[in-house]
């Protein structure tokens, strides 16, 4: 069974880094789409970054793009993101996703698995 465990959300200022953290366990993911999404009450969940677990190749949402950086740690089977210049309208729920059969690294449904969130919240 996939489990994902997201870590390292909090309470920042405008303009600081923070750094979010996910841990995959339950089988192999060389052959794995890793992303992350996040959400605010009301609103739909929506693409943040994603990975590909072999090969590396990296997505993100034009939103982020030059802020935050998405890494994975293969020996450890984490995947980071890295929020740097972190602005109030980040505040939301992190979510960890892993999908094999992913097509648009953008649309949530093509992902199977998710953690539980982490909250990320950002003042001005």
């Known amino acids: 069974q996939v489990q994902l465990v997201e870590s390292g959300g909090g309470l920042v200022q405008a303009g600081d880094s923070l750094r979010v953290s996910c841990a995959a366990s339950?089988?192999?993911?060389?052959?794995?789409?890793m992303g992350w999404f996040r959400q605010v009450p009301g609103k739909e969940r929506e693409f943040v970054a994603a990975?590909?677990?072999?090969?590396?190749?990296?997505y993100y949402a034009d939103s982020v793009k030059g802020r935050f950086t998405i890494s994975r740690d293969m020996a450890k089977n984490t995947v980071s993101l890295q929020m740097n210049s972190l602005k109030p309208e980040d505040t939301a729920v992190y979510y960890c996703?892993?999908?094999?059969?992913?097509?648009?690294?953008?649309?949530?449904?093509?992902?199977?698995?998710w953690g539980q969130g982490t909250q990320v919240t950002v003042s001005s």
């Open positions: 339950g089988r192999t993911f060389s052959s794995y789409v």
């Open positions: 996703a892993a999908g094999a059969w992913v097509r648009e690294v953008a649309r949530r449904y093509d992902y199977a698995y």
């Open positions: 990975i590909r677990w072999s090969g590396g190749s990296t």
